[in-house]
C-alpha cells in the first residue's frame, strides 16, 4: 500500500470516530514519515470521495500533532518579500489578536455588570476591526494562491480554507457589531453572544492558520517551484494590497 492510500485509511478512521490516540499508536512508525504535501494529497483524496469540507475541520487535532509548526522554518528561508512569508507574518499578527480576544473575553465575562469606562470594551471593539481588516490576506489567498494551487492539481486544501474563510466572516462581522452595541444591550445577553462568537472564532482560526502555515503552504512551495512565478503571484498580491493592522491608541 502506498503512503497516500495508507494516509488516507488512517484519516477516515478518525474520521469515522476512532479513538486518536489508538489510531496513532496503531500507526506510530508510519506517521513518522509524513510530510505536509502527503496529508494534503490525502485530504484531497478524502474530498474526491465524498467526503464534505467541513468534515476535515475534525481531523485538525491530527494535523496539529504530526506536524511541527513550520512557520517559523520557511520565514528562516524565503525572502522577507516572498508571498509565503508575508502570509505567515500576517498570521503572526493575527494570532496575537487571538491572544488577545481570548483574554478580554474572559475579563468581560467576569463582571456583574456593563462598565463602559473598562479598557476592555475598547480593546474588544479594536480587535474585531483588526480581524475584519484580514480581508485583503484571505483575497490574496483566494484569488491568487489558491488558483496557482488548483492549477497544479491540489484543490482539496484550498477548498477547505475557502469554506473556512466563509465561516468565519460572518462571525467576525458579528463581533464587531456587537462590540459597538454593548451600550444598547442587556448585559447577560451581550456577555451570553460574546461568548459564543469568541468560542467559534478563537479555535477556528488558530486552527486554519496552523493547517495554512504547516500543510498549504510548504505544499504550495513544493508544487510551485519557478521563481518567475512567485514574482509573478507578488505583482498580483501587490495589487490587492496587504493588511493595514493598527495597534490600539
Not at 113 to 133: D, M, S, Y
Not at 172 to 196: G, H, I, P, S, Y
Request: hydrophobic fraction near 40%; charged fraction near 30%.
Amino acid at each position: 500500500m502506498d503512503k497516500i492510500s495508507a494516509l488516507t485509511k488512517i484519516l477516515k478512521r478518525l474520521n469515522n470516530g476512532e479513538d486518536p490516540t489508538k489510531v496513532r499508536a496503531d500507526a506510530k512508525q508510519f506517521l513518522r514519515t509524513i510530510e505536509p504535501k502527503d496529508l494534503a494529497i490525502a485530504e484531497q483524496t478524502l474530498v474526491e470521495n465524498g467526503l464534505e469540507p467541513i468534515e476535515l475541520q475534525k481531523l485538525c487535532p491530527l494535523h496539529m500533532e504530526l506536524l511541527d509548526d513550520q512557520a517559523l522554518r520557511l520565514k528562516a528561508i524565503l525572502p522577507a518579500e516572498h508571498v509565503i512569508a508575508m502570509l505567515i507574518s500576517e498570521h503572526e499578527t493575527l494570532l496575537c489578536f487571538l491572544d488577545d480576544l481570548d483574554f478580554v473575553n474572559q475579563s468581560i465575562q467576569k463582571m456583574k455588570t456593563c462598565k463602559h469606562e473598562r479598557p476592555e470594551f475598547r480593546r474588544l471593539a479594536h480587535i474585531a476591526e483588526q480581524l475584519l481588516a484580514a480581508e485583503p490576506h484571505h483575497l490574496r489567498e483566494e484569488e491568487i494562491l489558491f488558483p496557482e494551487l488548483e492549477k497544479r492539481g491540489v484543490f482539496g486544501p484550498p477548498m477547505v480554507m475557502r469554506d473556512e474563510h466563509a465561516q468565519l466572516r460572518p462571525y467576525e462581522l458579528k463581533l464587531l457589531e456587537l462590540a459597538k452595541n454593548v451600550n444598547r444591550m442587556d448585559f447577560d445577553d451581550f456577555t451570553a453572544q460574546l461568548d459564543e462568537i469568541v468560542r467559534f472564532i478563537v479555535p477556528t482560526l488558530r486552527e486554519h492558520i496552523f493547517k495554512e502555515n504547516n500543510i498549504l503552504y510548504p505544499t504550495a512551495l513544493e508544487v510551485i517551484d519557478d521563481e518567475e512565478i512567485w514574482s509573478r503571484l507578488k505583482g498580483d498580491c501587490d495589487r490587492i494590497g496587504y493588511c493595514c493592522f493598527k495597534t490600539i491608541d
